[in-house]
């Protein structure tokens, strides 16, 4: 009896593995947790403050609250730990009619911001895909 329990408990855990490995790594994870997360939101600053598209919507932002914000929302849409504590992205972006250029060249910010902290391209596009719903709050509003 006993040798069947442990030969239950062990087929248990190798399910558990094999489980694991078929999973794909989950995107929290991919993007390197909160710490890879907030290197890509500081390098896409830097990025947004070259980028002569878009940079003069930031001017008088208050960019290190926009870092923990833009940081806590990636990190909640990507399923990590976090909380967003912000306003939501309607309140945020309303009455500035941002435009789908605009929306665009922050999306390519983001694809540099990503490419230059050394993030997989898989890995880019499944981060892309969770963020693509912001824009019904954010364009026009
Ligand atoms: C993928 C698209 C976008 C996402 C996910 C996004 C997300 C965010 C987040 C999370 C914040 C911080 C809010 C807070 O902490 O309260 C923010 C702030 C801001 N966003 Fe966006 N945004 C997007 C597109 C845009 C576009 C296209 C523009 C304009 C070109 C823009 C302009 C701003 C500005 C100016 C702020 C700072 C507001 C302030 O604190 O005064 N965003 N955005």
Same mark, same amino acid.
């Given at each position: 009896m006993k040798q069947l329990f442990i030969g239950l408990c062990v087929s248990f855990l190798l399910m558990a593995c094999a489980n694991q490995s078929s999973t794909e790594q989950s995107l929290y994870d991919a993007l390197g947790q909160y710490e890879g997360i907030t290197k890509i939101t500081h390098q896409l600053i830097l990025v947004i403050a070259k980028d002569e598209r878009v #940079?003069?919507?930031? #001017?008088? @932002?208050n960019m290190s609250k926009f870092k923990k914000g833009m940081s806590d929302y990636v990190c909640v849409a990507v399923g990590g730990p976090c909380e967003y504590k912000g306003d939501n992205m309607q309140l945020v972006h @309303?009455?500035?009619?941002?435009t789908n250029t605009e929306f665009n060249a922050i999306v390519d910010d983001l694809i540099l911001a990503m490419e230059q902290c050394g993030i997989p391209v898989t890995t880019q596009n499944r981060l892309l895909a969770k963020l693509a719903p912001t824009y019904k709050d954010v364009v026009y509003q």
């Open positions: #940079k003069h919507r930031y #001017k008088g @932002a @309303a009455g500035h009619n941002y």
